[in-house]
């Protein structure tokens, strides 16, 4: 624990922090990130789409109501990496996502264990 903070929740606003970032940097809408996703199909403005989306995963994360719901998009967007890149033959970028999907269901189990969360509990 630190500043009696246990360690699941550092992690989880850690992810909050980088998800925001993530989205901050899509919405600006860098020329090399734009290039990539139209080299891998998606339409130029999908940067937008980008941004949305990692703005709620990072949003959603921020509130201890809609952290699972949180978890859960951060995953799917994983998945969704994984199988753009793969299409896309660029396994060298698999890492870093492979890692990030790490953090989030470490987070997510530092955070409820192996269990869903319970709705009803405070």
Request: aromatic content about 18%.
């Amino acid at each position: 624990m630190v500043l009696g903070i246990g360690w699941p929740v550092w992690l989880t606003w850690l992810l909050v922090v980088f998800f925001v970032g993530d989205g901050i940097v899509s919405a600006i809408g860098p020329e090399p990130m734009r290039e990539a996703f139209v080299n891998w199909g998606f339409p130029d403005w999908w940067h937008w789409v980008n941004a949305a989306v990692c703005l709620a995963i990072g949003i959603l994360l921020a509130f201890e109501a809609t952290r699972p719901f949180g978890f859960l998009l951060g995953a799917l967007e994983c998945f969704a990496i994984y199988v753009t890149l793969i299409r896309a033959g660029e396994f060298a970028h698999l890492p870093p996502s492979i890692a990030l999907l790490a953090l989030l269901v470490l987070a997510y189990w530092g955070n409820y264990g192996w269990r869903l969360p319970n709705a009803g509990a405070a």
